[in-house]
């Protein structure tokens, strides 16, 4: 409001542990409106996301105690598809303290690994070794058939939503 009082005022990103949720979940926005069709389009590329979310540096608490603020991984809900259409399912850990993933896709469930977990949620198609393929020289890429490295839902399947579970709520929540 013009001419009102001026206050002293700190720009930063700390946040309180306590204003953070049990159950945090993040939607990654992978779509975008596309100016030259005047349409959206889903964007495929490689997004890495660790099992383990520490926000102990953006957190006052933590830096002020060296108390750990850390999230443990849960569930990724998967698009495959284009915008507009395709199809979701998930992977699930319904046990946080244990390393065991299902994969949920309509009435199928599928015991996985992290790993599969990964390679289907992270998008895009997995970087190959420099070293090998400067080893197949110029035309050995230029004619090989590499082995497309995508996950279980194709090139065009990649993680929508995650959902991540504060470790100190874990046995409040699931107890």
Same mark, same amino acid.
């Given at each position: 409001?013009?001419?009102?009082?001026?206050?002293?005022?700190?720009? @930063?990103?700390?946040?309180?542990?306590?204003?953070?949720?049990?159950?945090?979940?993040?939607? *990654?926005?992978?779509?975008?409106?596309?100016?030259?069709? @005047?349409?959206?389009?889903?964007?495929?590329?490689?997004?890495?996301?660790?099992?383990?979310?520490? *926000?102990?540096?953006?957190?006052?608490?933590?830096?002020?105690?060296?108390?750990?603020?850390?999230?443990?991984?849960?569930?990724?809900?998967?698009?495959?598809?284009?915008?507009?259409? @395709?199809?979701?399912?998930?992977?699930?850990?319904?046990?946080?303290?244990?390393?065991?993933?299902?994969?949920?896709?309509?009435?199928?469930?599928?015991?996985?690994?992290?790993?599969?977990?990964?390679?289907?949620?992270?998008?895009?198609?997995?970087?190959?070794?420099?070293?090998?393929?400067?080893?197949?020289?110029?035309?050995?890429?230029?004619?090989?058939?590499?082995?497309?490295?995508?996950?279980?839902?194709?090139?065009?399947?990649?993680?929508?939503?995650?959902?991540?579970?504060?470790?100190?709520?874990?046995?409040?929540?699931? @107890?």
């Amino acid at each position: 409001e013009k001419g009102a009082d001026k206050v002293d005022a700190l720009k @930063g990103y700390t946040i309180r542990k306590s204003g953070l949720p049990k159950l945090l979940q993040l939607h *990654l926005m992978r779509f975008r409106y596309d100016m030259m069709s @005047g349409g959206m389009s889903k964007i495929n590329d490689r997004f890495t996301f660790s099992k383990e979310l520490d *926000l102990t540096q953006i957190c006052k608490e933590g830096q002020e105690s060296r108390e750990k603020v850390i999230f443990d991984l849960q569930s990724v809900v998967i698009h495959a598809g284009e915008y507009g259409r @395709g199809h979701y399912y998930s992977y699930v850990r319904p046990d946080v303290l244990k390393n065991k993933w299902y994969r949920y896709d309509d009435d199928r469930v599928t015991e996985v690994s992290f790993k599969t977990v990964k390679e289907d949620a992270f998008g895009g198609q997995a970087m190959s070794p420099v070293r090998k393929q400067k080893q197949n020289g110029f035309w050995g890429r230029l004619v090989s058939r590499r082995k497309t490295n995508y996950g279980w839902g194709g090139k065009s399947s990649s993680a929508y939503m995650l959902q991540y579970v504060k470790r100190s709520e874990i046995s409040i929540l699931y @107890g």
